[in-house]
């Protein structure tokens, strides 16, 4: 399995920051990395696939980068409905594996 | 709308079994592949299975091979999900997961449609 990580594992900004989260892979996945946002209580929700595109109806202050072992997801102003813990997921090795998360608090 | 339910959570003895099932709507069920994900008790996410668009592949993660079987009815469009050997680990918020891409393999998964999620408790 490929093992990933993320950090931080938590963070604490104000609103209009810009939030940054690293997510690596132990192996290359290519641009095989997505995004998902876990609001409590909530199922999640896919922000990003495919490394960088952003899915239909998710607001542009979301976006991502990297390919290979090392990727970014990065808020450009952080908003209060942003608390949330964010997820990375590969998919270029079977199984699917997520990260551990990466809660974001105000 | 498209949607996702699924049903037959609750509580089972340690080495009992449970099927789960997930209905869904709103789309064509026979071009999707289908998964189910689960999350522990403030634990993360962690992939279970998967089956593709039309059933001819599925995949397991580690801690469930050989216990948990996946399958789809596309005349029924739904899921199931049939649990053996159920152990206290397997305890778990249950998601039934859409894969973006119609006809992927079924590794090959964006999840973009999650359903609410079914309670597995295993627990003497």
């Known amino acids: 399995d490929i093992r990933m990580t993320q950090s931080p594992s938590s963070l604490s900004a104000s609103v209009g920051d810009r939030v940054t989260i690293t997510c690596q892979a132990r192996r290359g996945v290519s641009d095989h990395l997505n995004w998902y946002q876990q609001k409590p209580g909530k199922a999640p929700k896919l922000l990003i696939y495919?490394?960088?595109n952003l899915e239909t109806g998710v607001p542009s202050r979301f976006s991502g980068s990297g390919s290979g072992t090392d990727f970014t997801f990065t808020i450009s102003s952080l908003q209060p409905e942003d608390i949330a813990t964010y997820y990375c997921q590969q998919y270029d090795g079977d199984p699917p594996t997520f990260g551990p998360g990466t809660k974001v608090e105000i | 709308e498209v949607q996702l339910v699924e049903s037959g959570g609750r509580v089972v003895r340690p080495g009992g079994s449970l099927r789960l099932s997930c209905a869904a709507s709103?789309?064509?069920?026979?071009?999707?592949?289908m998964n189910w994900v689960r999350q522990g008790p403030g634990k993360g996410l962690e992939w279970v299975s998967g089956?593709?668009?039309?059933?001819?592949?599925?995949g397991y993660g580690g801690s469930v091979k050989g216990r948990f079987t996946i399958s789809r009815d596309n005349a029924k469009n739904s899921l199931s999900l049939q649990m053996n050997s159920l152990r206290a680990e397997d305890t778990a918020l249950y998601y039934c997961?859409?894969?973006?891409?119609?006809?992927?393999?079924?590794?090959?998964?964006?999840?973009?449609?999650w359903g609410q999620g079914t309670m597995v408790t295993v627990s003497s």
């Open positions: 709103g789309f064509s069920f026979d071009d999707y592949g």
């Open positions: 997961v859409r894969n973006k891409r119609p006809r992927a393999a079924y590794y090959d998964v964006v999840f973009d449609i």
């Open positions: 495919d490394a960088f």
């Open positions: 089956i593709n668009w039309n059933g001819v592949s599925a």
